[in-house]
């Protein structure tokens, strides 16, 4: 059995379909989705879809860099308030990370200051109330190690999600001991150097899968909206990679999804 570590099955992209979507996964062997938040507006549909599907989506908590705008300041405070709420709640629905956040400079970096604060601040949350962390970063390598090297004696878990750098970046995101790399669509893409980096730098044993849907579907679905289902195509991969069964890839990387954020 699978486990999807990093799904927006809450976006528009999947209102009209979404039970077919859920089947298919289900049949791929997919046996739990975690689903990041982005923003305050969007958590009442992302708790919505976990309590229609309690045991098989699991929510998260966070803002991610790329909404991080004027009003961040009030996002995260609201967005602390329904952690905190949901930590002392006897609900059954409970924030597995606190994801997804990070930093992410490719497209624009006029709030890069607030971006860094918001990152510095969700991180402190993580630290605080002994939760693992859900980090995207994207032209922002530096300044991720910067605000984590700040936290290293935090004793923080969690993941680096779509993970795609270099085997150097590799071995300092690997020096946070508590932490594995999410491992996408992009690396069945023809051009992509991530095969050559796992096997160079990565053990199995420090990688978890993901697909990041709607985002970055996998040969042979390039192009296509990406789903859970196709998170098989990824397994697929990281065997030949390895060199092992698809069902070790599977049990390992299942392995490392509970040790590390479940």
């Keep these: ?30 046996e739990k989705i975690l689903l990041p938040a982005i923003n305050v507006e969007g958590m009442q549909r992302l708790m ?5 599907h309690p045991d098989y989506f699991i929510p998260m908590i966070g803002l991610h860099p790329e909404e991080v705008k004027e009003d961040y300041v009030q996002q995260l405070t609201t967005l602390h308030k329904m952690l905190t709420d ?17 930093l992410d400079f490719y497209w624009d970096d006029t709030y890069r200051r607030q971006q860094i604060d918001a990152f510095e601040q969700q991180v402190q949350w993580a630290a605080n109330y002994g ?8 032209n922002a390598h530096k300044e991720l190690v910067e605000v984590m090297e700040h936290h290293r004696k935090d004793n923080l878990r969690g993941v680096f999600h779509c993970f795609s750098g270099t085997a150097e970046e590799a071995e ?3 020096s946070f001991p508590n932490f594995m790399l999410g491992i996408g669509g992009v690396l069945t893409f023809k051009k992509s150097t991530l095969p050559e980096v796992l096997r160079q730098v990565v053990p199995l044993s420090r990688i978890v899968v993901e697909t990041d849907s ?6 042979p679905y390039r192009g296509k909206r990406n789903e859970s289902a196709f998170i098989v195509a990824t397994v697929t991969r990281l065997s030949e990679i390895y060199d092992c069964e698809t069902t070790n890839i599977a049990m390992q990387t299942k ?8």
């Design 1 to 30: 059995m699978i486990i999807d570590t990093h799904s927006h099955l809450d976006g528009d992209e999947f209102v009209e379909d979404l039970n077919e979507v859920i089947a298919r996964a289900k049949e791929a062997e997919v």
């Design 48 to 52: 919505q879809l976990c309590t229609e």
């Design 86 to 102: 949901n930590l002392l709640s006897s609900s059954a629905i409970h924030f597995c990370a606190i994801g997804e956040v990070g």
């Design 131 to 138: 939760m693992p962390l859900m980090i995207h970063a994207r």
């Design 172 to 174: 300092q995101l690997l």
């Design 214 to 219: 709607p985002y970055l579907a996998p040969v």
């Design 255 to 262: 392995k490392n999804a509970l040790k590390c954020i479940l």
